[in-house]
């Protein structure tokens, strides 16, 4: 192979790889499904990796969506409202009682007094509630059960 | 008759056997398509892309600093474009075309250029853009979370992830028949351990790398792992899970054995790839990683030139 030969094979490989990469990212970008596989919760205790298709499906643990996503409450507007738990349990800006996803439904003066829970106690009494009902540990003080990663 | 030319010695070299950089490259290439394509395959379009556009962009970045240096354009060589495919096989399936383009311009630039080109590089380039991607966004290179939204037909958590953390209880999923054919997530191009192995058999048979250097290097994460599993089973996993997992395979034939990067000599050679695998496993089961492929080669790359000190002695030296 000559040197010339060896360049136009480079300069044909930026070209082509240039193009199918540039088509790949734009046109095919890795997509989030609508729902959940796996969800990794970030924490300063450590990553939880926490499997949504197996709490959910027949052949893993069979789970309802309402035993965990309990807001609304009522299962016709679940099917519509079905909000992932950081929507409500977040954080909240200096200066405000409630998360903004309240106010796709309710007005502000409804919610005047209403409190939600922080994200690390509604997660944490959830969790720990369904799995010690069918002795799925955490044994106390075991943060390790579930922050592992 | 006394002037007779009978016999004509020129000088040596007398015959170029047609072998160059460029064949050399374009045929590591070759060995690694397999389990490159695997990754392509199973991972998708964000692999293509992921894969695509570091190669192009590992030879576009050659091609400036070959500009601005203003030195012979070396891209013809094949070298950036290996890079650009090892670098992206490391990679998980959903990394961020900016990622890929830092990446690689750490490989090509920081890793290679700047020691003067191909053959002046300390360190393994693919492996320097590795690592310093790794440390500085560590999350987008921990597999569990990076291909949370894959849902393949095999256990998604990260094999040394889960052994890490949860012991030789959180591995009971993986078989080694299906860590072979690539059931487990990982790296693009990293997980096809049969894919890898045959591509290794290849570069071996035709004396692209040494066959000293990967054996010592799986002996010594074999012997390493071993050691471990027999200390405490239920904590540390066993040798071929560690050798089937993570990067060991694609380190082992691809990564351990780049040329200016390690020894020449035989002995060099065992001690180089044998450090390099058992300080893998130590970095697995007892430092911080999750994986110990990328610093423990690119430690053994460091101690590379000591290694070498150690050399037949020559020809008629008499002390």
Redesign the interface.
Known sequence: ?T?KR??Q???S??????F??????A???????DE?????Y?TVAG?V?FDH?IHLSDSGYGLACQDCHHHPEEPEELEEALVACGECHKVLEEGKTFPDSCLDCHEAEDLEDSEVMKKSDAFHSQCESCHQEVDAGPEEERC?WCH?? | MLNQKKLIVSHAPFWHDGSSITVRSYHTMLAALPAALFGIFTYGMPALGVVSLSISFAIIWELLINKVTQRTVSIGDGNAALIGLLFAMLLPATSPWWMVATGTFVAVVIGKHIYGGIGGNPFNPVLIGVAILMVAWKDYFDFNEALVNYDLRFAMVYPLAAAKHLGTSGIEAFSTAGLLLGQHSGGIGATFGLGLILGGIYLIIRGFIRWEISVSFLAGVFVTALLFHMSDPSLYAGPVFHLLTGYTLIGAFFLATEDSSSPVNFIPMLIYGAGAGVMTVLIRNIGTYVDGVVFAILLMNLINPICDKIRPKALGKVV
Do not use: N
């Open positions: 192979m040197p060896e360049l094979i480079a300069y490989l930026i070209i082509v790889f240039l199918v990469g540039f088509i790949s990212y046109a095919f970008p890795a997509k989030t499904p959940p596989i796996r969800l990794m970030k990553k990796l298709k390790s592992v990663m």
